[in-house]
T-cell receptor, first 117, second 112 residues
Framework: EAGVAQSPRYKIIEKRQSVAFWCNPISGHATLYWYQQILGQGPKLLIQFQNNGVVDDSQLPKDRFSAERLKGVDSTLKIQPAKLEDSAVYLC???????????????FGPGTRLTVL | GQSLEQPSEVTAVEGAIVQINCTYQTSGFYGLSWYQQHDGGAPTFLSYNALDGLEETGRFSSFLSRSDSYGYLLLQELQMKDSASYFCAVRAVGAGSYQLTFGKGTKLSVIP
């Protein structure tokens, strides 16, 4: 079974530029998450999708961040314009989230390391 | 909101046992998960406790006390490859769905 795929793995941009990240979850996983992980901290949830609908985006800075999950499979996360404090690793995760899945195990991709100069 | 506390760093000797504690404050608590993350790698799921008690998976065990808002991860027969960051994460109901909130992580260094 293929894991969660993300691209690019690394991105360097200047502040005020825009950037987009792509995620392909594990096949059949209905729930997709985007996390931001700043160096030395734990992942912080930005947005959660169930199929192609947004379940939770309460921690997404909506003035500059946007995300979509067309057709309920792949997802993109965009930052426009980027700020210095956006430098972080952006992790995508997916889970099967069936009603019987009490553990809610999330499977993470390798992440995109973003550096904003 | 949720808050979690865990030690920032722990050092242990190869072959020994180490315990990483986690205390939390949260509303809508459902369970406590543990994830491992090697430098530059993705977090990977280790264990999940929804009920009080000890869950054992090979060399790793995880414990939860809901009344004390406390849990720990126990790693036995430490190996060099266990050097990584370990995150406790609270699964709770928030914003109409289950959310996973991570602690800041404990960096475990295993020395010979």
């Amino acid at each position: 079974e293929a894991g969660v795929a993300q691209s690019p793995r690394y991105k360097i941009i200047e502040k005020r530029q825009s950037v987009a990240f792509w995620c392909n979850p594990i096949s059949g996983h209905a729930t997709l998450y985007w996390y931001q992980q700043i160096l030395g901290q734990g992942p912080k949830l930005l947005i959660q999708f169930q199929n192609n609908g947004v379940v939770d985006d309460s921690q997404l800075p909506k003035d500059r961040f946007s995300a979509e999950r067309l057709k309920g499979v792949d997802s993109t996360l965009k930052i426009q314009p980027a700020k210095l404090e956006d430098s972080a690793v952006y992790l995508c995760a997916s889970s099967s989230r069936g009603l019987a899945d009490n553990t809610d195990t999330q499977y993470f991709g390798p992440g995109t390391r973003l550096t904003v100069l | 909101g949720q808050s979690l506390e865990q030690p920032s760093e722990v050092t242990a000797v190869e072959g020994a046992i180490v315990q990483i504690n986690c205390t939390y404050q949260t509303s809508g608590f459902y369970g406590l998960s543990w994830y491992q993350q090697h430098d530059g790698g993705a977090p990977t799921f280790l264990s999940y406790n929804a009920l009080d008690g000890l869950e054992e998976t090979g060399r790793f065990s995880s414990f939860l006390s809901r009344s004390d808002s406390y849990g720990y991860l126990l790693l036995q027969e430490l190996q060099m490859k266990d050097s990584a960051s370990y995150f406790c994460a609270v699964r709770a109901v928030g914003a109409g769905s289950y959310q996973l909130t991570f602690g800041k992580g404990t960096k475990l260094s295993v020395i010979p």
